[in-house]
């Protein structure tokens, strides 16, 4: 008997430790070549880690919310035989197997590998191909999704994709042809160990939207995400609950007959928690990205003095634009909001006054005012707030910036993100009003030196032309770095922002 022993390989530049989640293997399993073993949280992200060899599970050496130093002994397997030993140290380490664990690390150590991220190879497994036939058409040979599912289909070339499917938690297509059917069925150790413990209700939609603490969820009740009954929907797909699956469970799997959904509700003081959330007299562990997000609030906070300013515009005329421009968007396969014409707007104003679109370099004593204009975008998830990147905003169109967008808060919200992806801003907008807020003091993403604060758009009341009428209006706060910019240049930026949304026209032509 041969054990090799896998140990936590440097998922990051700089991290020094991750949660290990969940475990995905269990001690006497038989696992294959890079078959996800856990889950594990780091600062950065979320990652699966997967197995660089095939054995058989002999010990797992943490426990799951452990937290585990890089270079660590975290599994060990009997791969069954003696092995030579170059090949040996190759896959135990950790700069090797930590490739594969950062998905969308471009860079490839091992030679004589299908290359290919762990959502990709997991995407493999449930429709049982064998990555080995698969001609990778991303960089270096890489396999991609829509290698996987051309292989499938039988096709030459990849089959195109909407930037918002390349989440990882979007259950993957279940109609494909029975023999992929019947591999996937062989394959898949994780379906076949769910469908073992027998889930709750059976597949009645073909794909669902769920964030990765639903699913996790989902595993424990032993519920079928597909079967869940939901009128919810996420980019035209069916999205799913932590309370809808509860709810699901609660009732053994059953759906709930329409006639009587409304009486069979519980009463408001009963009603399930709406998310998946901490319940009164938890203790929350305070590590991971919530620390990160923590540390990262706090230097803001204490290094940069705060201003922020706040104003109203009358946004009526870019309502309108909107509502005509939502069909094209729509037959483009977009959904188009208010926020690509605010990051054209702000974009706009920071060629106008390019120290709001700046950093402070303290150690050289210079403030950096930025030729690139990156917008970052806040985005709240389950695991805290993150904020992915659009870059060159100024170069892009306006159902390309929806698109764009659209896709990188889908996978921030499912932690598929990479790490790049939140890299490089150089101003910040975040969206209070999509849970009714209008006024906010949002705090600088250090080292940028503003941040723009959206409310709710809503008819207020206005006066125009001497008369009190409803006008759609959309409050605006701006929070700078008072070192680097003066509230005066904080009202003028504002102004232009403004003066840009009243005349929404100006921003769809270059």
Known sequence: MTVETFKL?????????????????????????DQPLAEVETDKALVDLPSPFAGTVTELHAEEGEMVPVGAGLVSVDVGGDEDEGAAESKSDPETTATDAAADDGSEAAAGRVFASPSTRRLARELGVDLAGVAGSGPSGRVTDADVRAAVEGTDQPTPRSPDESATSVVTERDATADAESHRESADVVTTAAEAAGRMGSADRERTLAAPATRRLADELGVDLDAVPTDE????????????????AERGGEAEPEAEAEAASPPAEAAPPTDDGPRPGDRIPYRGVRRAIGEQMEQAKYTAPHVTHTDEVDVTRLVETKAELESYAEAEGVSLTYLPFVMRAVTRALREFPQVNAS???????????????????????????????????RKGLLDLAAETAGKVERARDRSISREEMQGGTFTITNVGVIGGEYATPIVNHPEVAILALGRV??????VDGEVVPRHTLPLSLSVDHRVVDGAVAARFTNRVMELLRSPARLLVD
Do not use: K, Q
């Not at 390989?9 to 070549?33: H, Q, S, T």
């Not at 809503?458 to 006066?463: G, S, T």
């Open 9 to 33: 390989p440097d998922v990051g530049e700089g991290v020094a430790e991750g949660e290990l989640v969940r475990w995905l293997v269990e001690v006497g399993e038989e696992i294959e070549e």
């Open 233 to 248: 929907r996420r980019d035209g797909e069916a999205f799913v609950t932590p309370a809808m699956v509860r709810e699901f």
């Open 360 to 394: 402070l370099d303290e150690a050289a004593e210079e403030i950096v005012c930025h030729d690139d204009y990156n917008l970052g975008v806040a985005t709240a998830t389950d695991a805290g707030l993150m904020v992915p990147v659009v870059e060159d905003v100024d």
């Open 458 to 463: 809503a008819e207020r009341p206005r006066v």
